[in-house]
């Protein structure tokens, strides 16, 4: 709990941040930008402030291509909003997506803390199915459910975060392989036309 709240801690905004630590974009809304906290296919992602002073993730996208994805994103992440374990779309800026402020990945949280007592692990599956499964419930396929993709809030509620290769469910069986390797349903790698509802059932977690 206290490398959590120290993680958090590092990040609170500080008062008069330079041009050189922080960059303003102004589209729909205002948002300062701080600290890189990852990278990924799609660009990095930058701790942020509002112009109201709220703490949020910037995800910036590095080009056109990276930014129709964050767009994808944006649409799937409009359709699950409102639910606990679902990290929130706060808003939208010229370089991608503002999303609610979530620091600690379950991943990391685990490797540095040695592992779980039944109680946390039973209570973060929990979250975890409860996350998928209102997403289903609104049509939308993951695709990429794993630790790296599970962050924890400062008060060490789960969020399922990063939805870029998420699906919408128009009916059809998504029969494309996607994911990632060691973590996809078994079923993803043969050719049978599996619904992809069961397969992302198959969340692989790393809970002792």
């Not at 399922?160 to 973590?183: E, K, M, Q, W």
């Amino acid at each position: 709990m206290a490398a959590i709240a120290q993680l958090h801690d590092e990040d609170r905004p500080r008062a008069g941040i330079s041009a050189t630590e922080a960059t303003t974009w102004r589209a729909t809304g205002a948002y300062t930008m701080g600290a890189q906290l990852g990278s990924g296919g799609f660009g990095s992602v930058f701790v942020g402030w509002s112009d109201l002073g709220e703490r949020v993730a910037l995800k910036a996208a590095d080009g056109p291509d990276a930014l129709r994805r964050l767009d994808h994103e944006a649409r799937l992440l409009a359709r699950v909003a409102g639910h606990a374990n679902v990290v929130a779309l706060v808003g939208r800026f010229d370089r991608g997506l503002a999303l609610e402020f979530c620091g600690v990945e379950l991943f990391e949280y685990f490797f540095h803390s040695g592992g779980f007592e039944e109680a946390a692990a039973a209570s973060y599956a929990g979250q975890l199915f409860s996350g998928v499964a209102h997403c289903h419930g609104r049509g939308v396929f993951h695709r990429d459910v794993k630790p790296e993709n599970l962050l924890l809030s400062e008060h060490l509620q789960l969020k399922i975060v990063d939805f870029g290769l998420g699906a919408v469910d128009d009916g059809r069986p998504l029969t494309d392989p996607c994911g990632t390797a060691g973590y996809m349903a078994p079923v993803s790698y043969t050719h049978l036309r599996a619904h992809e509802t069961k397969a992302n059932l198959v969340c692989r977690l790393l809970l002792e």
